[in-house]
């Protein structure tokens, strides 16, 4: 049993704390809000060895992972959700650059908390359990916070699902596989204060996922963001960048959605990426294209996923 368990269940012996004169006191624990609070007795080596052993045994099983996302904003978290739920059997990675995930959907537009959403990407609230305002063609939830945070939660919760936040995909694994194309085969990682530094220390060597599928959803130009979409051009997979072009809703929304597909072997694009990689209009602070390009994205992984032959990682055939 591990160390942690043995200490939550009072049976690790070897303790040697003042509080516990060798054995675990359990019955001395108390949460009294008199003056009286207190915690079980713990040594500081727990605390670090009980993050430690989780976070690289993770890292360890996920080296091979069957669809790593790039980007957990709304649309890599609604691919994530989508997929997920679908396909308990996949192992999902999802790789954010920030600490905070969440992208840009912790306000609407012009940094006011009401979020917008038109129909029919409503369904995906009532799936999640996130109440709104219907009014009409669209919905308003009272805070983007109160969607995201949903949503993150229940992602998090999904029992395949891991998340390498403060990590930043630096590169794409690309492969040339049995037909002698070049199909992108896994991400290369670092975290992101070592990746925002390559600049002004000598080599710090990155690391990677192997996987048969990668969604990226890094979002629109910036400093990390449409991160695939400009590696793809500079690697000769993507004559050039098409550029995100002005906004207008009504054609901006459905263009992403229904073009949310396989960029390029392996790598499905979803988000405001592809409009970066496509060429087509931004929509501004309305979100449902967010939503529905995510659960595309779920639904052309688990199509690329289905149709490969995989061995280690590895599509073979
Ligand atoms: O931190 C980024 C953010 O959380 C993350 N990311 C970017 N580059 C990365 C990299 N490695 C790991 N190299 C990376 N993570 O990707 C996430 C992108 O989230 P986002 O909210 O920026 O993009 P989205 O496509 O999910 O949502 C876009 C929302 C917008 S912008 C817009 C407009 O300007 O018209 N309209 C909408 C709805």
Not at 43 to 65: C, D, G, H, L, N
Not at 241 to 260: F, Q, S
Request: aromatic share 6%; glycine share 10%.
């Amino acid at each position: 049993m591990a160390p942690a368990v043995l200490a939550a269940t009072g049976q690790q012996e070897h303790l040697d704390s003042p509080h516990t004169n060798g054995k675990l006191r359990l019955d001395a624990i108390t949460e009294n809000y008199e003056g009286n609070y207190q915690f079980a007795p713990i040594q500081e080596a727990q605390v670090s060895r009980a993050m430690i052993k989780r976070y690289f045994e993770t890292m360890y099983e996920r080296a091979i992972s069957d669809v790593v996302i790039i980007g957990a904003g709304s649309a890599g978290l609604s691919c994530a959700y989508h997929l997920a739920t679908t396909r308990p059997d996949l192992k999902v990675t999802l790789v954010e650059a920030n600490v905070a995930p969440g992208g840009g959907a912790w306000l609407g537009g012009q940094l006011m908390s009401p979020m917008i959403i038109r129909k029919p990407a409503d369904g995906f609230l009532r799936t999640l359990g996130v109440p709104y305002e219907d009014e009409g063609a669209f919905v308003v939830v009272k805070h983007a916070a109160l969607f995201t945070s949903t949503l993150l939660s229940k992602v998090l919760a999904l029992p395949n699902v891991v998340m390498f936040n403060a990590t930043a995909v630096e590169d794409l694994v690309v492969h040339t596989d049995h037909a002698g194309a070049q199909r992108v085969a896994g991400v290369v990682t670092n975290w992101t204060l070592v990746a925002l530094n390559h600049d002004t220390q000598s080599c710090m060597d990155p690391n990677t996922i192997t996987a048969p599928v990668i969604v990226s959803a890094t979002g629109h130009d910036g400093p990390m963001g449409a991160f695939s979409a400009k590696r793809l051009v500079s690697m000769g997979l993507l004559k050039e960048l098409g550029n995100m072009r002005g906004l207008d809703m009504n054609r901006a929304e459905p263009a992403i959605v229904n073009n949310t597909r396989e960029v390029a072997p392996g790598l499905i694009m979803t988000g405001m990426e592809l409009s970066e990689h496509d060429g087509s209009n931004r929509m501004g602070p309305t979100f449902g294209a967010m939503i529905g390009s995510g659960i595309k994205a779920a639904k052309e992984a688990i199509k690329a996923y289905d149709s490969a032959t995989i061995r280690e990682g590895k599509v073979v055939a």
